[in-house]
């Protein structure tokens, strides 16, 4: 699979609360294939209220950060045969993080679901959501206590991207989860969604013009999914090609359940002239129905918005 060699891990207690901790378990199962470094990120937050008092803040934050780092070594004791640093830092969590990976240069980010808890349950909290809008490098979201290993893994194509740049996410987005689906040993599925045709823009046309132009316009979909396939390599597996008409704030969820998907791989793209944000009513929307584990990928050329 892609070779991720120098992975950070962002993780707090409350992310091995129940039965250990699931991204824990697959960074290292990574960092062994791979032989890559280890990144153990913890961030405190900064002390509140009289706890911020000059003379007592410094005391109580590095006691803290030493019980924290305690804590990790503790969690890596019977990992010796791999490549681990420990680091703890005080601070706003997601910018940390971005921080650490433009500091380290690190190729992967993988964080638990936050699961909070509101007038319905979302998986994916403030830490997340930001990760996945503004961190430079490849973010997995691995959902807690999820079943291990993956069973089903989807990746959601946009053959229709006329944008070179975003159009060269497909063929990573896909070859991504097939070594995926290959390291887990899971079936792999691929989705792609048409738009529905609007009638405005068909209003004045015959009905014989209109049924060529959807003629026409399937036969070009069909030609760049089989063009986007064959940069591919499925070797060993059997994709299931899921090719649907619809939005895909809606078609993607609807086979994330219908299919019980386990992880979800998706690109995420910048709006035109904002450095550093995802297109809100595409893969958020998305990330906010969705009960899997998620595996985002940024465009080429992706500046982040976070500086050091």
Request: hydrophobic share 40%; glycine share 4%; charged share 25%.
């Given at each position: 699979?892609?070779?991720?060699?120098?992975?950070?891990?962002?993780?707090?207690?409350?992310?091995?609360?129940?039965?250990?901790?699931?991204?824990?378990?697959?960074?290292?199962?990574?960092?062994?294939?791979?032989?890559?470094?280890?990144?153990?990120?913890?961030?405190?937050?900064?002390?509140?209220?009289?706890?911020?008092?000059?003379?007592?803040?410094?005391?109580?934050?590095?006691?803290?950060?030493?019980?924290?780092?305690?804590?990790?070594?503790?969690?890596?004791?019977?990992?010796?045969?791999?490549?681990?640093?420990?680091?703890?830092?005080?601070?706003?969590?997601?910018?940390?993080?971005?921080?650490?990976?433009?500091?380290?240069?690190?190729?992967?980010?993988?964080?638990?679901?936050?699961?909070?808890?509101?007038?319905?349950?979302?998986?994916?909290?403030?830490?997340?959501?930001?990760?996945?809008?503004?961190?430079?490098?490849?973010?997995?979201?691995?959902?807690?206590?999820?079943?291990?290993?993956?069973k089903r893994i989807l990746a959601a194509v946009d053959p229709t991207e006329s944008d070179v740049k975003k159009d060269?996410?497909?063929?990573?987005?896909?070859?991504?989860?097939?070594?995926?689906?290959?390291?887990?040993?899971?079936?792999?599925?691929?989705?792609?969604?048409?738009?529905?045709?609007?009638?405005?823009?068909?209003?004045?046309?015959?009905?014989?013009?209109?049924?060529?132009?959807?003629?026409?316009?399937?036969?070009?979909?069909?030609?760049r999914i089989d063009n986007l396939l064959k940069q591919v390599d499925f070797?060993?597996?059997?994709?299931?090609?899921?090719?649907?008409?619809?939005?895909?704030?809606?078609?993607?969820?609807?086979?994330?359940?219908?299919?019980?998907?386990?992880?979800?791989?998706?690109?995420?793209?910048?709006?035109?002239?904002?450095?550093?944000?995802?297109?809100?009513?595409?893969?958020?929307?998305?990330?906010?129905?969705?009960?899997?584990?998620?595996?985002?990928?940024?465009?080429?050329?992706?500046?982040?918005?976070?500086?050091?």
């Amino acid at each position: 699979m892609q070779q991720f060699n120098n992975i950070l891990l962002d993780i707090q207690p409350e992310d091995s609360e129940v039965k250990g901790s699931v991204a824990l378990d697959k960074a290292i199962t990574l960092a062994k294939k791979n032989g890559s470094k280890l990144t153990l990120f913890s961030v405190l937050k900064e002390p509140l209220g009289l706890f911020r008092n000059e003379t007592l803040a410094p005391q109580l934050l590095a006691s803290a950060i030493e019980e924290r780092r305690e804590w990790l070594q503790g969690l890596m004791v019977k990992y010796d045969d791999i490549d681990v640093t420990i680091h703890v830092i005080e601070g706003i969590r997601y910018l940390e993080i971005i921080r650490q990976v433009l500091r380290e240069q690190h190729d992967l980010v993988i964080t638990s679901t936050e699961e909070n808890k509101g007038i319905r349950t979302r998986l994916f909290g403030t830490t997340s959501m930001n990760l996945m809008r503004q961190c430079p490098c490849p973010v997995w979201v691995v959902k807690r206590n999820q079943p291990q290993p993956y069973k089903r893994i989807l990746a959601a194509v946009d053959p229709t991207e006329s944008d070179v740049k975003k159009d060269s996410l497909n063929p990573l987005i896909l070859q991504l989860a097939a070594d995926m689906a290959r390291k887990e040993n899971a079936e792999l599925h691929i989705i792609g969604v048409k738009d529905s045709m609007d009638r405005r823009y068909v209003r004045r046309m015959t009905k014989e013009d209109v049924k060529e132009l959807i003629s026409r316009l399937e036969s070009e979909y069909d030609q760049r999914i089989d063009n986007l396939l064959k940069q591919v390599d499925f070797a060993g597996l059997n994709p299931q090609m899921h090719l649907v008409d619809g939005n895909p704030v809606e078609r993607i969820p609807e086979l994330v359940v219908s299919d019980d998907i386990d992880l979800l791989v998706m690109g995420t793209v910048c709006r035109t002239g904002i450095t550093g944000f995802l297109i809100g009513n595409t893969a958020e929307v998305v990330f906010d129905q969705v009960n899997c584990s998620v595996l985002t990928l940024k465009p080429e050329g992706f500046v982040t918005p976070v500086t050091l």
